[in-house]
């Protein structure tokens, strides 16, 4: 039997990310995809782009990842939100708070390209694709996990799934769960004019409206409607799904054109009961799923990547167990308020603006005034959307 340091269940983004960062101090990681690798990277099997916050840029450059990722990603140098057709706005210039971009917008398929390459050529991380786990039984030293045929065993299992982890429940790790009864639509748009590094969210009581700027020419839109009339939406031919988006955009970037397929999601948050188990952690959207409303999701489950790689990293050069109980302890800690806090905000962001009451209305458009106002609480809200609070420098 194969014997690893850790174990990564999902061979998704944050999946690669940790492995990245633990493989990068001669960890021995194996990770188990249930897809083909190729077929991560197709342009159809995704379709979605990702904020990548500025700090989050940080840690991914530390583990050697960024690099790669550089060349396909998007600044996003300004940032504006509010409702259409209400004087109350909020408008954010990366120059009030430093030199750097906010963050970048990255498709995923070029995100999993660079982690890919990363965790290729580090010789201590092995990635099974094409298996999920079978079983898994534990000592109190080890995990062993069956993945049908192959037993390996490990002293520390990550679940990275996703918000409906399969390992999740088999684990018997319950959740809590709201569905927004909204779907997202994605897609990529060209344009005649330059978006000059401008991301823009709108409000409409049916849902949120985000327009995001990526490299050149090309915008990607996330679109979240109630699932009723986003399918209506989505079933329009080309021609009338455009004009929906400039009625709901603008004229501001010309004329735009699709590039590539439509994608539509369901939106629903989940957070697990707990974030760990005898020798398990969820990690990311296992742990907890959030709306997309702020464009923080994988920024927050790479704080969680920080987390765990920090104290696996602390414990190996020590010569000590990584999947210990007072490691798990230390990680259940450190994600807690930030992992509560950021579910709480956007659901209570999609609530309130999801609502075309008077008195939510003036609610929204006086906090949106009074934010706009104040450069200090402005400032504050800017370096939140830079993801630079809570990720270490290790």
């Not at 340091?5 to 061979?11: H, K, L, P």
């Not at 209506?232 to 004329?255: I, K, P």
């Not at 952690?281 to 920080?306: C, E, F, K, S, Y």
């Not at 450069?375 to 809200?381: A, D, I, M, S, Y």
């Amino acid at each position: 039997m194969t014997e690893f340091d850790v174990v990564i269940a999902g061979g998704g983004l944050t999946g690669l990310a940790v492995a990245a960062g633990i493989g990068r101090i001669g960890g021995r990681v194996l990770v188990i995809e249930q897809e083909r690798i190729d077929r991560l990277v197709e342009p159809t099997f995704d379709g979605r782009v990702t904020a990548v916050a500025l700090g989050s840029k940080r840690l991914l450059d530390r583990y050697g990842a960024w690099d790669a990722m550089a060349e396909h990603a998007g600044p996003i140098l300004h940032i504006e939100v509010g409702e259409k057709n209400s004087p109350a706005n909020v408008h954010y210039d990366h120059l009030d708070v430093g030199q750097e971009p906010f963050g970048w917008i990255v498709e995923n398929r070029d995100l999993r390209k660079a982690l890919i390459a990363r965790v290729d050529a580090l010789p201590s991380v092995e990635v099974v694709a094409g298996h999920r786990i079978q079983a898994f039984d534990r000592t109190p030293a080890r995990i062993t996990v069956d993945l049908g045929g192959r037993s390996v065993s490990a002293r520390l299992l990550l679940v990275t799934e996703g918000r409906f982890s399969r390992t999740r429940a088999m684990l018997g790790i319950d959740t809590e769960e709201w569905d927004y009864h909204q779907r997202a639509l994605v897609c990529t748009l060209a344009h005649d004019l330059p978006h000059h590094g401008r991301a823009v969210e709108r409000f409409f009581p049916d849902g949120p409206f985000a327009m995001l700027p990526m490299r050149g020419l090309r915008s990607s839109i996330v679109w979240a409607l109630e699932e009723r009339l986003a399918e209506e939406v989505a079933g329009l031919n080309d021609g009338l799904f455009l004009a929906e988006v400039a009625e709901r955009f603008g004229d501001a970037l010309g004329e735009l054109e699709l590039v590539g397929p439509r994608f539509s999601y369901p939106l629903r948050m989940v957070m697990a009961e707990r974030a760990t188990d005898e020798r398990v952690a969820l990690v990311g959207d296992a742990l907890r799923g959030i709306h997309p409303i702020a464009g923080q999701g994988w920024n927050l489950a790479l704080r969680d990547v920080d987390a765990i790689v920090d104290l696996v990293t602390e414990r190996l050069s020590a010569g000590l167990d990584p999947g210990d109980a007072g490691t798990l302890a230390a990680y259940a800690s450190r994600r807690r308020l930030d992992g509560i806090s950021m579910v709480a905000i956007t659901d209570g962001i999609t609530r309130l603006f999801g609502n075309d009451l008077f008195p939510l209305k003036l609610a929204r458009e006086t906090g949106l005034a009074v934010v706009e106002r104040l450069p200090p609480l402005k400032r504050l809200f800017m370096r939140h959307a830079m993801g630079t609070l809570g990720i270490g420098e290790s």
